[in-house]
């Protein structure tokens, strides 16, 4: 079935530090792909998406491209700040009859200043 | 603006007791979903609508019930409460058509099963 793997965390970075989280899918067809972000307490905020091969989602200076020949959508920024301290989820929609939202388990950005 | 809102927002029961979670859209998105957040193993979809009088089982249906009697409305229920349900609920909906529509979510609901 399909399904999504992404990096282990938590991940701790310096404020302006590159970031990079891996994401992996595995699906059937051609599925959409998303960036979730979730602050401490709150729900999850969809933070970029892409809707088929090559496209770049991007958002806030996040930006993740869909790449069919590896079925990844890695997650990177530039310079990190302490404000991205949060969970970062990469799910995909395989669509069918229900457009059900398949998610990687999350992993854990802690920016320190 | 409210988006999706849930109550309540924290909760705590005991073993065997019931009770039902509220998940209020303002949308008017026709499909809806519950899922549960666990450490280390991301977001689980319990069940979902796909519009008003609908419902069906996602991943993880075992111990819950749903309704779905309002378009607006989906309930999400505990018969008889188990430690193992024990988790975050958060409840999502959208407007289903086609896959390239994101879902939007709820704040959660933190319960405790003691």
């Known amino acids: 079935g399909d399904s999504v793997t992404q990096m282990e965390g938590p991940v701790t970075l310096s404020e302006e530090a590159f970031l990079t989280i891996n994401c992996t899918y595995t699906?059937?067809?051609?599925?959409?792909l998303f960036w979730y972000v979730q602050y401490p307490g709150e729900g999850l905020q969809l933070l970029l998406k892409a809707t088929k091969a090559d496209d770049k989602g991007s958002n806030k200076g996040f930006e993740a491209t869909y790449r069919k020949e590896t079925t990844s959508f890695h997650l990177e920024k530039g310079s990190v700040q302490v404000s991205d301290s949060a969970v970062y989820f990469c799910?995909?929609?395989?669509?069918?009859?229900?457009?059900?939202?398949?998610f990687g388990t999350g992993t854990l950005l802690a920016v320190q200043p | 603006n409210a988006g999706v809102t849930q109550t309540p927002k924290f909760r705590v029961l005991k073993t065997g007791q019931s009770m039902t979670l509220l998940c209020a859209q303002d949308m008017n998105h026709e499909y809806m979903y519950w899922y549960r957040q666990d450490p280390g193993m991301g977001l689980r979809l319990i069940h979902y609508s796909v519009g008003e009088g609908t419902t069906a089982k996602g991943e993880v249906p075992d111990g819950y019930n749903v309704s779905r009697l309002k378009k607006q409305n989906f309930l999400l229920g505990l018969e008889s409460a188990a430690p193992s349900q024990t988790s975050v609920y958060f409840c999502a909906s959208s407007t289903g058509q086609g896959i390239h529509q994101p879902q939007h979510f709820g704040d959660g609901t933190r319960l405790s099963i003691l």
């Open positions: 699906a059937t067809g051609y599925p959409s």
């Open positions: 799910a995909l929609s395989a669509g069918g009859a229900t457009n059900k939202l398949i």
